[in-house]
């Protein structure tokens, strides 16, 4: 079992930029490939990046790559965003996984509950 809490998500301008973490306590960290998804209101959940159990491999979803970076620590995955969009408004997830990101299909076996990411002048 792995607990997952995000933090960092707010209110931020077209352009601007935001660090999300989250933070896992519960069974080892590293042995968990971490995920980021997302869900605007009104659509499905869709996949945003993923990090490997060491960090080596990293995914990023076409909308996000140059200006999202995934990374990880002993405790925490991040998600840097930068020159962010007002389409990029929507509820963040963290997931942990003992297996690393599939496709489409992937589906972790552990989430938290988010943290809001509201772009917007």
């Known amino acids: 079992q792995v607990q997952l809490v995000e933090s960092g998500g707010g209110l931020v301008q077209p352009g601007g930029s935001l660090r999300l973490a989250c933070a896992a306590s519960?069974?080892?960290?590293?042995?968990?490939?971490m995920t980021w998804f997302r869900q605007a209101p009104g659509k499905e959940r869709e996949f945003v990046a993923a990090?490997?159990?060491?960090?080596?491999s990293t995914e990023y979803t076409d909308s996000v790559k140059g200006r999202f970076t995934i990374s990880r620590d002993n405790a925490k995955v991040y998600l840097q965003m930068n020159n962010l969009k007002p389409e990029d408004t929507a509820v963040y997830y963290c997931a942990a996984d003992v297996e690393y990101y599939s496709g489409s299909d992937y589906v972790p076996a552990y989430w938290g509950r988010g943290t809001q990411v509201t772009v917007s002048s």
């Open positions: 519960g069974s080892s960290f590293g042995n968990y490939a």
């Open positions: 990090i490997s159990w060491s960090g080596a």
